[in-house]
T-cell receptor
Framework: GENVEQHPSTLSVQEGDSAVIKCTYSDSASNYFPWYKQELGKRPQLIIDIRSNVGEKKDQRIAVTLNKTAKHFSLHITETQPEDSAVYFCAASSYGGSQGNLIFGKGTKLSVKP | IAGITQAPTSQILAAGRRMTLRCTQDMRHNAMYWYRQDLGLGLRLIHYSNTAGTTGKGEVPDGYSVSRANTDDFPLTLASAVPSQTSVYFC???????????FGEGSRLTVL
């Protein structure tokens, strides 16, 4: 089955700096790679996702890149703000069609210092 | 619109007791999931259901069972709770596979 590794486990940056979180996956059949943000005491929420037919996707200050050959994908947050502080989870789905069982990485706790 | 609702939000349970965590969604999503979240281990899939009447095992299914009698409800049962099942449990749903997961607020379970 799929295995997702996420690094680093913790990340501390100064406000305004960029943050990068990296994930690798094991199943070459995986074709869907979302990122979830979980603020303290709250539920995870989708912030961006990418599918295997594209290499990069941007949404304002957030971008995700995908390298299918190397089986890794990354989350990039530019101009970080204190409200970006949260735990971020990457995930990969190894099934297509109607079955999409996401396997999550272990999470990265991002702290943005004002 | 409530979205996805879990109950109870928190529960303390003696080891050996049976417990059912309830999950209801009003979005008419086909797929539903149960994850457990433990510090340092992220979100691990327990069981899933792609459509009413079908269920499947995830990464950590042992000690848990689920049923999907209809589209809206997806209860998770611990037949005989053990302390290692102390965790935060999240129910989620998605309209289709490979789509956005919508999570409930979580159920914090402590097994003593």
């Amino acid at each position: 089955g799929e295995n997702v590794e996420q690094h680093p486990s913790t990340l501390s940056v100064q406000e305004g700096d960029s943050a990068v979180i990296k994930c690798t996956y094991s199943d070459s059949a995986s074709n869907y790679f979302p990122w979830y943000k979980q603020e303290l005491g709250k539920r995870p929420q989708l912030i961006i996702d990418i599918r295997s037919n594209v290499g990069e996707k941007k949404d304002q200050r957030i971008a995700v890149t995908l390298n299918k050959t190397a089986k890794h994908f990354s989350l990039h947050i530019t101009e970080t703000q204190p409200e970006d502080s949260a735990v971020y989870f990457c995930a990969a789905s190894s099934y297509g069609g109607s079955q999409g069982n996401l396997i999550f990485g272990k999470g990265t706790k991002l702290s943005v210092k004002p | 619109i409530a979205g996805i609702t879990q109950a109870p939000t928190s529960q303390i349970l003696a080891a050996g007791r049976r417990m059912t965590l309830r999950c209801t969604q009003d979005m008419r999503h086909n797929a539903m999931y149960w994850y457990r979240q433990d510090l340092g281990l992220g979100l691990r899939l327990i069981h899933y259901s792609n459509t009413a009447g079908t269920t499947g095992k995830g990464e950590v299914p042992d000690g848990y069972s689920v049923s999907r009698a209809n589209t809206d409800d997806f209860p998770l049962t611990l037949a005989s709770a053990v302390p290692s099942q102390t965790s935060v449990y999240f129910c989620a749903s998605s309209e289709k596979g490979n789509g956005e997961l919508f999570f409930g607020e979580g159920s914090r379970l402590t097994v003593l």
